[in-house]
């Protein structure tokens, strides 16, 4: 089956370095992948999405190109704020029932 | 405001105990569903129901009941609560159409405590 896998956390970020969160997937098909976030105490979010192979998501900062070839679509930031402290999840859709497969997701930790 | 929303936010309950979880979406989408995140932020797939009927019903133990009164509105009810069940529960909602799809909108989720 399907399957997402990101890689463990927590990540500890001073503020203005550089960000990257690996995702790898396994999935049959080509499969739309996304990003989401999760601040505390709150729902998560969609932060971005790619459809098609080498497509590039981006949204506040945040980049993801999907990488059909190493089945890869790792989360980059080129400089993080405090603001960004959250848990990253990875995701791709489920082409049998339209629902979403999430990773374990990653918490970012940015120190000032 | 457009969104989903769930009640209540937080839920401390005794073992044994019947509790109920409401969601409603009001972005008129066809598809909602329940996700349990666990304490290590795991989150699994528990029911999903489109336009009113049940299309995803992972193993869940069937103290759990999903009901779906119409589009918009996805209850879950949970029979003889155990510790275990404690976690936060999302609902999330979707629109698919052919040929599109943009992910979940989710709610802010219900922290459940069961002691």
């Known amino acids: 089956g399907n399957s997402v896998t990101q890689m463990e956390g927590p990540v500890t970020l001073s503020e203005e370095a550089f960000l990257t969160i690996n995702c790898t997937y396994t999935?049959?098909?080509?499969?739309?992948l996304f990003w989401y976030v999760q601040y505390p105490g709150e729902g998560l979010q969609l932060l971005l999405k790619a459809t098609k192979a080498d497509d590039k998501g981006s949204n506040k900062g945040f980049e993801a190109t999907y990488r059909k070839e190493t089945t890869s679509f790792h989360l980059e930031k080129g400089s993080v704020q405090v603001s960004d402290s959250a848990v990253y999840f990875c995701a791709l859709e489920d082409n049998a029932g339209n629902m979403l497969t999430f990773g374990g997701g990653t918490r970012l930790m940015v120190k000032p | 405001d457009t969104a989903v929303s769930q009640t209540p936010k937080y839920l401390v309950t005794q073992m044994g105990n019947d509790k109920s979880i409401k969601c409603e979406q009001n972005?008129?989408?066809?598809?909602m569903y329940w996700y349990k995140q666990d304490s290590k932020k795991f989150l699994k797939i528990m029911f999903s129901?489109?336009?009113?009927?049940?299309?995803i019903n992972e193993t869940v133990p069937n103290r759990f009941s999903p009901k779906s009164p119409d589009k918009a509105h996805l209850n879950l009810h949970i029979n003889s609560l155990e510790l275990g069940d404690s976690a936060v529960y999302f609902c999330?909602?979707?629109?698919?159409?052919?040929?599109?799809?943009?992910?979940?909108?989710f709610g802010s989720g219900t922290r459940l405590t069961v002691v």
């Open positions: 999330a909602s979707s629109q698919i159409d052919r040929g599109f799809w943009d992910g979940y909108t």
């Open positions: 129901y489109n336009n009113k009927e049940l299309i």
């Open positions: 972005l008129g989408h066809d598809t």
């Open positions: 999935a049959t098909g080509y499969p739309s």
